[in-house]
Nanobody
């Protein structure tokens, strides 16, 4: 019902910056809407972890490991969410996934995931 497509990953040196984007498309706009959106990441051998999330009203939550370095934002009109990543560290290397909570008739009906985008930070 909702598809997410990420872009903006790549290879960067430590201390550099990247900006990730995620576009959400809805097959049935009259039925489904998007609630909270967020970015997760998964490094090899690790579990997927929350990086940052943002509600429709702009309330934001960051993991401690990225506070002060990453900034999440969203454009509700365009169904887009962004992650500006500054001062990148090698430990930020992971596949980054976009996530969106889906509402059907105003009730949470599940969530959607993007396909992931690789971020590699070299030392």
């Amino acid at each position: 019902q909702v598809q997410l497509v990420e872009s903006g990953g790549g290879l960067v040196q430590a201390g550099g910056s990247l900006r990730l984007s995620c576009a959400a498309s809805r097959a049935s706009r009259n039925i489904f809407s998007i609630n909270d959106m967020g970015w997760y990441r998964q490094a090899p051998g690790n579990q997927r972890e929350l990086v940052a999330s943002i509600t429709t009203r702009g309330r934001i939550n960051y993991s401690d490991s990225v506070k002060g370095r990453f900034t999440i934002s969203r454009d509700n009109a365009k169904n887009m969410v962004y992650l500006q990543m500054n001062s990148l560290k090698p430990e930020d290397t992971a596949v980054y996934y976009c996530n969106a909570e889906i509402l059907r008739g105003g009730v949470v009906s599940g969530s959607s995931w993007g396909q992931g985008t690789q971020v590699t930070v070299s030392s």
